[in-house]
């Protein structure tokens, strides 16, 4: 079965500290895998996507196909970074859907 | 960049009503449209995937003659929420594949509606 797992609802850090939140996935076939972010008040938009191996805002993530995981992560956290992070698995054949984690709230205290 | 834009954003409506909620791609061409509700604090659950001239593909479980989901055009998809009873007040979003449609660059998201029936 297609599934994203993200372990954590809320993750809290201090402002400067490093930042990883967890993603990992359940999926027979090749993975396409992305980082979604959602600021306050304002829709969801794409922040980072395996296949351009891209650092956003300082923000990386590596598919570890081994560990079948996409684990986000930043050295020095933002009060800006305080969001809500979504991981999701794009699942090949007929449209590509998108399959949603849980969700992890990310919150960064001066 | 690709832009959806959604509209209501909030619609309040009496139950047994229906709502229509549009969703339009911006300066390009939206083949598919995914339809997703989220409920409070949780993540978002696929419905359906719209195709233009085609049928909408429903996700197991998802009623298809109370969300009516129609691709109008390249640039057009609605989603239609019939006789709408309480346990329908959610938050939609609808979803394009981002960059004139292809997958690999990611989604583009409506801003969504947040729909209430009293």
């Known amino acids: 079965a297609q599934r994203v797992t993200q372990p954590e609802k809320l993750l809290s850090v201090f402002k400067g500290a490093p930042v990883e939140l967890k993603c990992n996935y359940s999926?027979?076939?090749?993975?396409?895998l992305f980082w979604y972010v959602q600021y306050s008040r304002q829709r969801l938009q794409l922040l980072l996507r395996h296949i351009s191996r891209e650092s956003i805002k300082g923000f990386t993530a590596d598919l570890n196909k081994g560990e079948t995981s996409f684990h986000l992560k930043k050295p020095f956290a933002q009060e800006e970074d305080s969001a809500m992070y979504y991981c999701?698995?794009?699942?090949?054949?007929?449209?590509?859907?998108?399959?949603f984690g849980a969700g992890t709230r990310l919150a960064v205290h001066p | 960049g690709a832009v959806v834009s959604q509209h209501p954003s909030r619609v309040i409506c009496k139950s047994g009503t229906s709502v229509k909620i549009e969703c339009r791609s911006l300066d390009f061409q939206a083949t598919t449209m995914f339809w997703y509700r989220q409920f409070p604090k949780q993540s978002l659950m696929l419905m359906a995937t719209?195709?233009?001239?085609?049928?909408?593909?429903?996700e197991q479980g998802v009623e298809k003659d109370k969300f009516l989901i129609n691709h109008a055009s390249l640039t057009l998809s609605t989603l239609t929420v019939t006789s709408a009873h309480p346990e329908d007040s959610s938050f939609y979003i609808c979803?394009?594949?981002?960059?004139?449609?292809?997958?690999?660059?990611?989604?583009?998201f409506g801003s969504g509606t947040r729909l209430t029936v009293v």
């Open positions: 999926y027979s076939g090749s993975p396409e």
């Open positions: 719209s195709n233009e001239g085609s049928k909408a593909t429903y």
């Open positions: 999701a698995l794009s699942v090949s054949g007929g449209y590509n859907k998108l399959i």
């Open positions: 979803s394009a594949p981002g960059d004139r449609g292809r997958v690999a660059y990611g989604y583009t």
